[in-house]
């Protein structure tokens, strides 16, 4: 009587090619899944941001009135953030944190004030001033622990935007009288220097432009974009 099955060698060659097979495809899946968060909660952020400044708006009138630029927390003399000295803190919590689905704020060991949102992202303006803002779509001390505070990792796990309405003359053309926007402060207007060749060039400078060369294609990360993005 014939018993027909596999032998060891067969199974251990078959679970042998899965691996090989698993291991190719993975990253590309994980890859995949970190773009669509990174590009969901961009998009999100964007209109949620924007949305609650137009409601402040209705608080308190035009936002080139209200807009401050702002510091954080002093540092003590240990170099921790001393309590209730965040200038810039006092301003979220007045003009933007009652219009948007906070779960909680806290300052970075650097003084810089954050703003944990219900999704898991954050954002947190530019410790010496608040013009510049920078977004985690995920938990930001993994960004940070990584990448450092300031520029660090821009592009790869946090992106840079500006509020500065009020700002006039010449690299505020992008910003002037807008809301939060992708940081286009400088930029000559042509598509290749969001690239490279400019000062805050995504590929060749500092990271800020990275926010957008993904607002332009529709907030989406597209194929030629030089960094490989994560939450």
């Known amino acids: 009587m014939n018993k027909n099955g596999f032998t060891l060698a067969e199974v251990l060659i078959t679970l042998g090619i899965i691996g090989v097979v698993a291991a190719m495809t993975l990253p590309s899946l994980i890859q995949k899944n970190n773009n669509k968060v990174v590009e969901t909660r961009l998009k999100k952020f964007y209109s949620s941001i924007n949305q609650a400044i137009l409601m402040a708006e209705v608080d308190y009138g035009d936002k080139k ?3 401050q630029d702002l510091t954080g927390a002093s540092l003590d003399e240990d170099g921790n953030p ?3 000295s965040s200038e810039i803190e006092k301003w979220c919590k007045k003009y933007l944190i009652p219009y948007m689905k906070v779960v909680k704020t806290d300052t970075l060991s650097n003084g810089a004030f954050i703003i944990y949102f219900e999704d898991g992202s954050a954002l947190s303006p530019e410790k010496g001033y608040s013009r510049d803002w920078y977004f985690y779509p995920g938990n930001p001390q993994k960004c940070i622990d990584k ?3 300031g520029i660090g990792g821009l592009g ?3 992106w840079g935007f500006i509020f500065y309405p009020s700002g006039t003359g010449s ?3 992008y910003h002037y009288n807008k809301g939060m926007d992708p940081y286009k402060a400088g930029w000559d207007g042509n598509k290749s220097s969001l690239y490279r060749g400019a000062t805050h060039s995504c590929e060749t400078g500092t990271g800020l432009f990275c926010t957008a060369i993904i607002q332009d294609n529709n907030w989406t990360i597209p194929d030629d974009y030089p960094y490989k993005v994560s939450y």
């Open 65 to 67: 009135v209200w807009y």
């Open 171 to 173: 690299g505020w053309e």
């Open 82 to 84: 001393i309590e209730g």
């Open 156 to 158: 790869r796990c946090k």
């Open 147 to 149: 990448y450092g505070n």
